[in-house]
Each structure stands twice: as C-alpha cells, then as structure tokens.
C-alpha cells in the first residue's frame, strides 16, 4: 500500500505502507518531522495530520480518547486525526495526509 | 540574593531516570539535587501517560506512569534528595576550580563537580498557537496561566481549549471581565461535564459567548492586544474586541536552554561514552531519553543501566581521593543501613 503524506513546506512525498505499522510510524521511518512525543501512546497530540481527499470519511472514527487529544493540539481541522491512531491497512491504499504545523 | 547550594551532583530532569539515578547515587554516598519544570516529579510518565500501563519495566509485569514514579519516589527516600521543582536549568558554567555552576531560571545557584542531564526530551512548556506574531503579546496580553484573577477585570477576554484549564477560566472569569468569548474547535468538551453545563448556562443567559473557532490574526500595539480576527470552519472572518487571550492547549515538550550548554549536541541529543555516560564535557554526564550512543533505545529500563554506571564514574569526580568499594544491596550491612532496612 503506498501513504501520500505533504510536508510542512508543501513538499508531496510517497510512502510504501507496511501492513499494521501505524501512519505516524511511517512518516517517522521516512524521515519526517513528527515530534510523536509520547511515542504513540495517543497522550501527546504531536503526531496531527490533516487527512485530505475525502479519505477522512473513509477511516474509522476517532475512539474518545484520540478526540480528547484533539481537543489540546493546536491548528485542529475537521480532518483532523492523530497519526498514531491510524493503522495502515489494504483499505488504506493511496491515503492522503498532511503535517499539521509544529 | 542567596548563597549558592553546593552539593555532590545536580540532575536536571526528575523523570525515572533523574529519579533512579538518586538512588545509584545515594549508594555511594553522594548526595544529589534535582531542578524540574514540572511542580511535581515523574516526568514524561506523570505528565503525559500517568493512567496508561507499562508493562517493559522488569520486575513489574504492568505499572502504570503515575505508579512507577510513586515507586521510584519511595525507592529513593532514605537518600533525601532535594527537589527545585517549578523551575528550569537556565545555564552552566565553569568555575576555575573545576566544578559547574548550574544557574536556574529563577536564579537560585547550584555548585557541584558533577552534573547529570536526565531531561528526556526537553522541558515541558505551554503550547503556542500558530497565530504570527503572537510573540510580542507574550507577558502582557497573552497568558498561558492566570497569576493574578483581578487584572482581567473589566477586559474583553478570549480563551480558546476544551479542557478543564478553559472552562474553570471562562467560569470564574465572565463575571468580572467586560466580555468573555470562548472558542474551541469542535462544540464538544474534553473539561469535566459540570464545568461544561454551567458554561453553557452562561452561554444561554449571554454572560459567555461562545464559538467554534480559532484565532487567525491578533491586533494591537505594543504588546497590548485590541482585537482578534477569528475564523469558523467554513473559513468566515471575523474581529472582536480582545484586551486578552488565554491560550489552553496544555503542554508540550521542548528543548529549551539546555542547547546553549556547550555540552556537543547533536540533533538536540547528547553524545555520551557507553563506559560512563559522560558527555564531551568532563563532569557533565547524561541519562535517559536525551542521549545518544551507537544502539541507544528510549527505554525506561536503559535509563536506569545508564544511572548506574553513570554513578560509578560521578564517585570518581566527586570523591577523587576515596576508593570506590562495589557492594550489592542483598549483602551488604553498609548499603542497607543507607537504606534504612537494618
């Protein structure tokens, strides 16, 4: 499965998936800037993407954990989500997401 | 001001590693003051996953955050050591007779030969929203905390958050500001359900307005803000009268002025020898998160490896004309009387 993720600075990158990795793995393991302090914990907020191209729709809802996180990261959009929360799978092939800024 | 404190070693993090360090530090008799940003110890652990379980420490099949650090808290009792919470490792000097001076943010002094940075990923501080300029409000219109309640009364106040910071301000706010605006992303609340019917109740009688909404541009001079220009998520504009914005979006991790240490950072980690944890400075070590070497994990456990050793080569800086004596604690009358166990 392949992952589109935009940097900060715009920049549109492609990613090979690996099945069950999470999304802020990826982007980690690509080198992108995601802070992810909490290491995945959903505790941090720091790894936000902006989820574009109407793939929002298609993943499951945030659980009420990933939503009270989302309430103290800054920038939030509607396509708000937390990287760590998303689970890379088949369903996911060609998803776009962006960096939220720092 | 006061006397500057002089002790065996500072360590600048209480964190798991600063913590367990106390204690590999104690058994050899050295004493050891620890500066942390938080106003409580534990770190990373107590800040941001207290209730979430941990099941890599050894010996604990699960603990969670706020468990370990109350266990590495009672662990480390016997060996007393003195926190400065509430404030931040601001700079470090040399002094000519070989020892570091370490000055804190609110500029208490710490003289010791032996210093340990064990500050995982950098201190704790409050978010700052993404809004140009927001900077120059800083101090004087924008707050990340309430110090004072009285000087924001009669102001037209905006808060933006969800969660129990932004609500317990906007409640015990509305009534002495001149206005009190509201806003957060979503119309739903992180804050504890009481606080969040009672804003709403404000809401209702007109005493709080509330929007979904973030601040796109701030407006004033000198530091002293007039208005806002906030944005819905249909990306409509709008401007209101702000003499003051609380941001709440609680903490986050950053570096801070541990940079400007000249220890050789590199890519914001200290460089250290796997023999002693030392770093290109002699007499500044390093533990835990902020480290690097060939095959270093952030772990918990590493860190507490890392204090040990640490330790054996602090005694040698600390106690240069003293053979160290390695006993274990299961054996050793000497330990345990340290300990309090016999």
């Known amino acids: 499965m392949k992952i589109y993720a935009t940097d900060r600075d715009g920049k549109e990158i492609e990613i090979e998936g690996r099945e069950g990795w999470t999304i802020m793995e990826m982007l980690r393991d690509a080198g992108l800037p995601v802070a992810a302090e909490c290491g995945g914990a959903c505790a941090c907020a720091t790894c936000q993407v902006y989820v574009e191209d109407g793939w929002y729709e298609k993943l499951t809802p945030p659980a009420d954990m990933e939503v009270d996180m989302l309430d103290m990261a800054l920038a939030v959009e509607p396509n708000s989500r937390l990287s760590c929360q998303l689970v890379c799978s088949e369903e996911l092939d060609g998803i776009k997401v962006t960096l939220a800024p720092e | ?41 534990g770190g990373q652990c107590t800040e941001l996953y207290p209730e979430k379980p941990i099941y890599d420490i050894p010996g604990l099949p699960v603990v969670t955050g706020q468990e370990l650090v109350d266990r590495l808290m009672e662990q480390i009792k016997p060996f007393a050591p003195t926190f400065h919470f509430g404030e931040q490792a601001a700079g470090l000097t040399k002094l000519p007779d070989g020892r570091w001076k370490l000055t804190t943010d609110s500029g208490k002094e710490l003289i010791a030969p032996v210093i340990v940075v064990a500050a ?112 819905g998520h249909d990306k409509k504009e709008w401007q209101i009268d702000a003499d003051a914005f609380l941001p709440f979006f609680g903490l986050t991790i950053k570096l801070g002025p541990i940079a400007e240490f000249g220890i050789g950072l590199h890519e914001n980690l200290i460089p250290v020898d796997t023999a002693k944890f030392e770093s290109e400075q002699p007499g500044i070590f390093g533990i835990g998160d902020i480290i690097t070497y060939p095959g270093k994990l952030k772990l918990i456990l590493s860190s507490f490896h890392e204090a040990a050793l640490m330790a054996q080569a602090a005694f040698h800086i600390c106690r240069p004309n003293e053979k160290l004596r390695f006993q274990y604690t299961t054996s050793s009358s000497n330990l345990q009387k340290k300990l309090g166990v016999s």
């Open chain 2, 1 to 41: 001001m006061s006397e500057p404190i002089q002790t065996d070693v500072v360590i600048i993090g209480a964190g798991p590693a600063g913590l367990f360090a106390v204690f590999e530090l104690g058994l050899l008799d050295l004493k050891a003051h620890l500066i942390d940003i938080l106003d409580r110890p």
């Open chain 2, 120 to 231: 995982g990923a950098g201190s704790f501080v409050p978010k700052r929203p993404p809004i140009p300029g927001i900077e120059a409000y800083e101090g004087t219109s924008v707050h990340y905390a309430v110090r004072k309640m009285d000087s924001f009364a009669g102001k037209n106040v905006l808060i933006a958050g969800g969660g129990d910071s932004a609500l317990d301000w906007t409640l015990n706010l509305a009534p002495i500001a001149k206005s009190l605006t509201l806003i957060h992303h979503r119309d739903g609340f992180r804050a504890q359900a009481h606080s969040v019917n009672q804003m709403r109740e404000l809401v209702a009688a007109g005493k709080v307005n509330f929007h979904v909404a973030s601040v796109k541009a701030l407006h004033g001079q000198n530091g002293q803000l007039a208005a806002a220009t906030l944005a």
